[in-house]
């Protein structure tokens, strides 16, 4: 657990420094937009590009920010965007997200469980962090990085899969690390298979109860 407090630590200081590389990233201009982002002032709206942008410039700048390898995910609908080494020959993995600045606390998507399950199964020994970047919308149709926090996503204190939203797994205290639950990947394997199964039969049961209700 300490190796990965430390690993933790080091990657969250590492996507900081990217994010001072970076600076503010143009997404539109007054001109087009004459009345500011309205309703798209929102991570959704912006975050495939914003994610790109971070996944090239870890790439160019890994050995810059401290990172000894660093490599995009080969597939769009990997439970990880790249995989790093920090030191070592030890490979973890990050899942990008962002989170619009003073924005409420609710539960977001992490990552389908089915998926995660199968990444645990495959690379049972690795780590896999969620590193979420904090965004703000600024009135020059920029946005600007302003922070970045890492957690392991085995250490998420909520577990909860969302019956309703594709089996995902949701998390409303995945950016405060105050409140990890320090699990080891069997542990957390096994608590989201109880929550998946529990989430499988909860949906299964309500299809049936829309089913009666359609024929009654």
């Known amino acids: 657990m300490e190796a990965i407090s430390l690993e933790r630590e080091q990657l969250e200081q590492s996507l900081k420094r990217v ?4 600076g503010d990233i143009p997404i539109g201009n007054p001109q087009i937009m004459p009345y500011g982002w309205r309703k798209s002032a929102k991570g ?8 790109e942008i971070i996944s090239q410039n870890l ?8 990172l000894k390898v660093v ?4 597939s769009e609908i990997s439970v990880y965007d790249f995989e790093f080494v920090l030191s070592g020959e030890r490979k973890s993995y990050v899942n990008i997200k962002s989170a619009v600045e003073k924005g409420k606390e609710q539960k977001d998507d992490i990552s389908k469980a089915g998926k995660l399950l199968e990444f645990y199964a495959e690379c049972g020994d690795s780590v896999l962090y969620v590193a979420t970047f904090t965004i703000s919308f600024n009135t020059n ?3 600007s990085l302003k922070d970045c926090t890492v957690f392991p996503i085995s250490w998420i204190p909520d577990i909860y899969v969302n019956p309703s939203n594709n089996g995902n797994l949701q998390s409303s205290k995945y950016k405060n690390i105050a409140v990890a639950h320090q699990r080891t990947n069997g542990e ?5 298979r109880e929550e998946l199964v529990f989430a499988t039969d909860k949906k299964k049961k309500k299809m049936g109860a829309i089913k009666i209700e359609q024929y009654s």
């Open 59 to 66: 790439e160019k700048h890994h050995k810059d920010v401290g």
């Open 44 to 51: 959704r709206t912006v975050w495939r590009i914003v994610e």
């Open 19 to 22: 994010i001072s590389k970076i």
């Open 71 to 74: 490599v995009p995910a080969s």
């Open 188 to 192: 957390f394997v096994q608590e989201l």
């Open 141 to 143: 149709m920029t946005i």
